[in-house]
């Protein structure tokens, strides 16, 4: 497994961005994937997370509503389509893949990290 995040950006509050995690090594196919986020001076803070064929999606409460998880296992991409952005969800965001098959919300849950993209919510 390998993975890259991509997409992040500066947008003002209330846009959109799209982040993806692309497998470039096409191996955690049978994976979950979480997307985790860490702003300055905080701990990273699990952001939502899917099954491996997509059909189960957690969420934290503070994004839930707004964001969605999706997944084309074709592609080897996992998406996190992010609406109505706030300037408290200005982090640098993480995918990364599970150790299992089923989606959580822990961090230890997961085995392999991408290297973060960076999402700047102006206000």
């Known amino acids: 497994v390998q993975l890259q995040a991509s997409g992040g950006g500066l947008v003002q509050a209330g846009d959109s961005l799209r982040l993806s995690c692309t497998d470039s090594?096409?191996?955690?196919?049978?994976?979950?994937v979480g997307w985790f986020r860490q702003a300055p001076g905080k701990e990273r803070e699990f952001v939502s997370a899917?099954?491996?064929?997509?059909?189960?999606?957690l969420y934290s409460d503070s994004v839930k509503g707004r964001f969605t998880i999706s997944r084309d296992r074709s592609a080897n991409t996992v998406y996190l389509q992010m609406d109505n952005l706030k300037p408290e969800d200005t982090a640098v965001y993480y995918c990364?893949?599970?150790?299992?098959?089923?989606?959580?919300?822990?961090?230890?849950?997961?085995?392999?990290w991408g290297q973060g993209t960076q999402v700047t919510v102006s206000s």
């Open positions: 899917v099954s491996w064929n997509g059909g189960s999606t």
């Open positions: 990364a893949a599970g150790r299992g098959s089923y989606a959580s919300t822990r961090a230890a849950s997961f085995q392999y």
């Open positions: 090594k096409r191996t955690s196919s049978n994976n979950a």
